[in-house]
């Protein structure tokens, strides 16, 4: 594997499930991030890990719970969702906060 | 605050043809700019970036941008498109090189016909 791998590239859930997003980078990199992407908006940054320390946390709603075990993994744990909540939730990697290198997606769909 | 404008949402353009995809800002400091593609079911690729020196940045896959301090723009081209050119382009600023500050347009959607 390399860059940065996401699983699962798909998901559906209903709005009582709980559900994770995995993401792990193979690129050696100290800082991790969850970004949401949703049609016809900016790219939004909800949570940043630096040296597995968050750093930042963009007023995310609290069904939304990153962890970040080590330097190599993100994950986002996710908790009576709403629709609006669907969207393709990217993860990104950087050294030292720099230029991020993004994952495929998760294109998660809330029913 | 900062913020980036992508002011065309679709660009449909035929095979061999010149493009350009336009990129403002606004920002009362100086910035970095960058140009990142998603194409279809996929993440963001960086594309090519302005950081310093020369305006006229080149990137991969024959795309160029120049960045215009007076109008605060950073518009990307490329002067023959290839079917494969067919994704979303994503215009982002920053004030410093950290990815936290990162501030990204709406993206515009490169659409190329045969």
């Known amino acids: 594997e390399t860059g940065v791998t996401q699983t699962p590239r798909h998901l559906v859930m209903g709005m009582t499930n709980k559900k994770s997003l995995k993401c792990e980078q193979h690129?050696?990199?100290?800082?991790m991030y969850w970004y949401k992407q949703s049609a016809k908006k900016p790219l939004e940054l909800m949570f940043v890990y630096s040296l597995e320390e968050r750093v930042e946390n963009n007023s995310v709603p609290s069904r939304f719970s990153p962890e970040c075990p080590n330097s190599s993994h993100l994950f986002l744990h996710l908790h009576t969702l709403q629709p609006e909540d669907s969207a393709l939730y990217l993860c990104?990697?950087?050294?030292?906060?720099?230029?991020?290198?993004f994952g495929q997606g998760t294109r998660l769909t809330v029913v | 605050a900062q913020s980036v404008t992508q002011l065309d949402s679709q660009v449909p353009v035929f095979e061999e043809a010149p493009v350009e995809l336009r990129c403002n800002y606004s920002?009362?400091?100086?910035?970095?700019l960058f140009w990142y593609v998603q194409y279809p079911n996929q993440g963001l690729q960086l594309l090519l970036k302005y950081l310093s020196g020369s305006t006229l940045v080149k990137g991969i896959n024959g795309f160029e941008a120049e960045f215009n301090k007076s109008q605060t723009s950073f518009h990307l081209r490329k002067p023959s498109v290839h079917i494969s050119d067919t994704a979303e382009y994503f215009c982002a600023v920053s004030p410093t090189l950290r990815t936290d500050k990162l501030i990204f347009g709406t993206g515009t959607r490169l659409q190329v016909f045969p």
């Open positions: 990104a990697s950087s050294q030292d906060l720099g230029i991020p290198f």
């Open positions: 920002s009362s400091v100086s910035v970095y």
């Open positions: 690129l050696g990199h100290n800082a």
